[in-house]
């Protein structure tokens, strides 16, 4: 992998896009740095391909089916400990990378992997104490919205019981419910992206990010939710497909697996930080503030905050 390459700038249009647009936007960024993005996404699905080639029965579609299944060992619940252990320090070192390139990339600016790098490991402690607090917030709100539709049921379970009426309520709150439940897993597709955006290239965390993310991702829902849809759909097909293919094969099913994961997830990275701006540029009229910062002689790669909002110091100080 190189050290070092150089875009033009102005390869991309800074602007407001549509949703098909932007998942273009994305594919292109992909495309143009394929290299750089797919080696970095798959440093993060390293420590899941290593457990999954140890116990391939994990991939394996069929183990269940054929009785294959072991029992779980202290072996087994070790590897998983340390999993979790390496995938809390190593993915938002990741994810910090990407972002920072992606950002470059698409504001024309010298990439570095190593500085990328850099910007992802400075960046580590507040964008995993970050997603530990948005999570943390996320099972409380689900938790509380299940509670409250489950006191709606038994209520309305024990005003109608029996009764038409009772059928036609249910049924009406299942018809609504799942596609809430679709919306909401399009949203929580591209949110932790944005709110990498917002620690890595703004510099801010903690709850002030996951506040500004939500400003950000509310000021253009149905949009996110529809792109969120888009790449959740992505996401599933191709790796599944592919697991249902050769997960069966010790070893090289866990491997290629574990590439077309992490080309799905390189993509959603870069469609994530499209929609991100697509979204400052609306809002925030971002794209203008950029476009002052080259006339001024800024550079390239400068992310400008909302005017009054947050310093404008460097990204990721």
């Given at each position: 992998m190189?050290e070092?390459?150089?875009?033009?700038?102005?390869?991309?249009e800074?602007?407001?896009?549509?949703?098909?647009?932007t998942?273009d936007?994305?594919f292109?960024l992909l495309k143009?740095?394929?290299?750089?993005?797919g080696?970095?996404?798959?440093?993060?699905q390293?420590?899941?391909?290593?457990v999954f080639m140890?116990?391939?029965?994990m991939?394996?579609?069929?183990a269940?089916?054929?009785g294959e299944?072991p029992?779980i060992?202290?072996v087994?619940?070790?590897?998983?400990?340390l999993w979790?252990?390496?995938?809390?320090?190593?993915l938002?070192?990741?994810?910090?990378?990407i972002?920072?390139?992606v950002s470059?990339?698409?504001?024309?600016a010298?990439?570095?992997?190593?500085?990328?790098?850099?910007?992802?490991?400075?960046r580590?402690?507040?964008?995993?104490?970050?997603?530990?607090?948005f999570?943390?917030?996320?099972i409380?709100?689900m938790?509380?919205?299940?509670a409250?539709v489950?006191?709606?049921f038994?209520?309305?379970?024990?005003?109608?019981q029996g009764?038409?009426?009772?059928?036609?309520?249910?049924?009406?709150?299942?018809?609504?419910?799942?596609p809430?439940?679709?919306?909401?897993?399009?949203l929580?597709?591209?949110?932790?992206?944005v709110l990498?955006?917002?620690?890595?290239?703004?510099?801010?965390s903690?709850?002030e990010?996951?506040a500004?993310?939500?400003?950000l991702?509310?000021?253009?829902?149905t949009?996110?939710?529809?792109?969120g849809?888009v790449?959740?759909m992505?996401?599933?097909?191709?790796?599944?497909?592919v697991?249902?293919?050769v997960?069966?094969?010790?070893?090289?099913?866990?491997v290629?697996?574990?590439i077309v994961?992490?080309?799905?997830q390189?993509?959603?990275?870069?469609?994530?930080?499209?929609?991100?701006?697509?979204?400052?540029?609306?809002?925030?009229s971002f794209?203008?503030?950029?476009?002052?910062?080259?006339?001024?002689g800024?550079?390239?790669?400068a992310?400008?905050?909302?005017?009054?909002?947050?310093?404008?110091g460097?990204?990721g100080?």
């Open positions: 190189s070092a390459t150089t875009p033009v700038p102005g390869s991309f800074i602007g407001p896009l549509s949703m098909a647009e998942l936007v994305g292109q143009s740095h394929f290299t750089v993005l080696v970095l996404s798959l440093l993060g390293a420590p899941t391909i290593l140890l116990f391939g029965w991939l394996d579609p069929f269940l089916q054929n299944l029992d060992g202290a087994f619940i070790v590897s998983v400990a979790v252990l390496a995938m809390l320090v190593l938002p070192v990741v994810i910090g990378a972002t920072a390139v470059d990339i698409y504001l024309g010298e990439v570095s992997v190593s500085g990328a790098l850099q910007r992802g490991v400075a580590m402690f507040p964008l995993m104490f970050t997603y530990i607090i999570s943390l917030i996320l409380v709100a938790f509380l919205a299940v409250a489950a006191l709606v038994v209520a309305l379970g024990g005003l109608f009764s038409a009426v009772g059928v036609a309520v249910v049924v009406l709150l299942v018809l609504v419910a799942v809430a439940m679709f919306a909401l897993g399009g929580l597709t591209l949110v932790p992206g990498a955006a917002v620690v890595v290239l703004e510099g801010i903690y709850f990010a996951v500004r993310t939500w400003t991702v509310s000021s253009a829902l949009r996110f939710i529809g792109l849809l790449i959740y992505l996401l599933l097909i191709l790796p599944t497909g697991q249902f293919m997960g069966a094969i010790p070893v090289v099913g866990a290629v697996w574990g994961q992490a080309l799905c390189a993509y959603l990275y870069t469609t994530t930080i499209v929609a991100y701006f697509d979204v400052r540029c609306r809002v925030e794209d203008l503030e950029h476009l002052a910062q080259l006339v001024e800024e550079g390239v790669g992310v400008p905050h909302p005017p009054g909002s947050y310093s404008t460097p990204p100080s």
